[in-house]
């Protein structure tokens, strides 16, 4: 993978803030689930995949219990896969006892138009029927499309929509970090949405 | 990758493996409730059968189902070729039509890349056997299948030995696996009688030897040829059973082989021909796993082709959430 930091980067949080943040939202999904017991943590990948497990190994920290964690790959389920050459898959990992019945809790880096996240429950209805599904972010950076929003978030960032949010995780690039960089009227391309 | 997949030699290595990784994510979905994918809805795939064919065609007509595409299935047989349509008309009616690819088989080689390349239809042309030609999605489920037994199911070839046995003059698939296993790095060796092997295969990118029993023991893989009994139109050997003698896998020859090798065939067999019955049964031979990788591989082919826009390479991927 690339190197994620470009020279306009503005960090606004670091490692310890992540880790932090991670924490709290473990500790809201044991509250608001009460005890975690039928919960099922997927990932989106690339990113949400080991955010989902650092929020699994929290939730165990807590309740001293095994959480199921998976990933799950949107990619086939995009509205935008037709505006981009064909994209590589990204593993998709259902968790042995499955979702049927259980709460899943959807986990990713950034949420910003919600289509990944309409992708994210179209891809489930093809795999199970969860009794409920709820959304774990890191980072909520606002201008929804859709009629989605989150039941867990790290951290409400304000953006414009010409800035890009990067989420670095240290399984992946190396180091935490969540960086906003642009801001220019001109600089909307590659954007996570 | 290209538009079009016309040659095991249009995939450089990252296309490849691009092609296998894809294939891998997309064989859990024969494990799930609902084995379907949205990502072709509203795209037509024809399946234009010059030849006859149950496994390839089947095996396209399951993958492009699976990824929601329409499908068209159009053999010669029974439609207007059988009247005397050249592939041109037939192809202009397919454009007409719609067809956002066209997976043909042919039996004239070169016939594939000339519906890609005569401006007769704008969509993407998959080469499902031409002639004696090539066979190149046979040659990716091949490598797929290998890789899954003999690399853990990641990365390349590199270094494995795989012996391909039997008639490699008549054979697209050798042709195929042959170029597509050097690219993933793999030592292919062909064996054959002398009359079976292709002027200008000391070209190829591989070994040719005329006595399997010495390349048996440091095989990964030995893949079995078909006979072609209906393009046998001279005497290439001098009897079946000598043949089966010469170049046939039976027990006494499969006990040579190391412990991990696996036993391939393309298909359709011709048992106690080039492959004895018990052969083709034991717990090394892979052949009905071929088959179901080939949906798998088929899948990513028609996904990498048709998913996105058309324009450059898939491997120019953003991995964004």
Redesign the interface.
């Known amino acids: 993978m690339s190197e994620r930091t470009p020279d306009d980067a503005r960090t606004v949080l670091d490692g310890s803030e992540i880790a932090r943040a991670l924490t709290r939202v473990a500790h809201e999904i044991v509250e608001r689930t009460k005890g975690a017991d039928d919960v099922v943590l997927l990932g989106?990948?690339?990113?949400?995949a080991f955010l989902a497990r650092r929020v699994a190994e929290r939730i165990h920290d807590i309740e001293g219990r095994e959480i199921a964690v998976g990933s799950l790959?949107v990619t086939?389920?995009r509205d935008d896969?037709?505006?981009?050459?064909?994209?590589?898959?990204?593993?998709?990992e259902i968790p042995a006892g499955g979702i049927d019945d259980k709460v899943v809790v959807l986990v990713?880096?950034?949420l910003y138009s919600g289509r990944?996240i309409r992708a994210a429950l179209?891809a489930m209805n093809?795999?199970?029927r969860p009794r409920a599904v709820q959304l774990a972010v890191l980072v909520d950076r606002g201008h929804r499309e859709l009629p989605i929003r989150a039941d867990y978030v790290g951290k409400n960032i304000p953006t414009s929509t010409t800035e890009k949010v990067l989420v670095l995780v240290a399984e992946h690039d190396g180091r935490d970090a969540v960086l906003i960089t642009g801001g220019h009227p001109s600089d909307q391309s590659?954007?996570?949405? | 990758m290209n538009r079009h997949l016309l040659s095991a030699a249009d995939l450089d290595r990252d296309d490849a493996l691009?092609v296998l990784?894809?294939a891998a994510?997309?064989a859990?979905l024969t494990d799930?409730?609902?084995k379907?994918?949205?990502?072709l809805r509203g795209r037509t795939v024809v399946n234009l059968f010059y030849e006859d064919s149950t496994r390839t065609r089947i095996s396209f007509e399951a993958a492009a189902k699976r990824l929601s595409a329409d499908v068209i299935n159009f053999s010669a047989k029974g439609s207007s070729v059988s009247k005397g349509e050249s592939l041109k008309d037939t192809a202009l009616t397919l454009e007409a039509m719609g067809a956002d690819a066209v997976v043909i088989r042919h039996h004239s080689s070169g016939a594939p890349h000339r519906l890609a390349h005569s401006g007769w239809i704008q969509g993407s042309v998959v080469n499902a056997g031409d002639g004696t030609h090539e066979h190149p999605t046979q040659s990716l489920l091949d490598a797929f299948t290998m890789r899954k037994h003999l690399a853990g199911g990641v990365g390349d070839l590199e270094g494995r030995r795989v012996t391909i046995v039997g008639d490699v003059l008549h054979s697209r698939v050798a042709r195929s696996n042959v170029l597509l296993l050097a690219t993933l790095g793999a030592e292919v060796t062909l064996v054959a009688p002398p009359t079976l092997l292709p002027v200008g295969v000391e070209t190829w990118p591989c070994e040719v030897s005329y006595h399997l029993d010495s390349h048996l023991k440091d095989a990964d893989a030995v893949m079995m040829l078909r006979v072609q009994r209906e393009r046998m139109n001279a005497a290439f050997f001098p009897s079946a059973r000598e043949y089966s003698r010469r170049y046939g896998l039976d027990a006494r020859r499969m006990a040579l082989m190391p412990e991990h090798a696996i036993v391939m065939h393309p298909g359709p067999m011709n048992r106690g021909m080039e492959i004895a019955a018990e052969v083709a049964d034991s717990r090394r031979s892979v052949i009905v796993e071929q088959v179901g990788n080939g949906v798998s591989v088929r899948m990513a082919v028609l996904?990498?082709?048709?998913?996105?826009?058309q324009?450059?390479?898939?491997?120019?991927?953003?991995?964004?959430?």
């Open positions: 989106i990948p690339t990113r949400g790959d086939m389920y896969l037709r505006r981009a050459p064909a994209r590589a898959l990204l593993p998709t990713d880096d950034v990944t179209d093809d795999i199970g590659g954007e996570a949405r | 691009l990784d894809t994510e997309l859990s799930r409730a609902v379907k994918l949205p990502t996904y990498l082709l048709l998913g996105g826009a324009l450059g390479s898939p491997l120019d991927t953003a991995t964004e959430a």
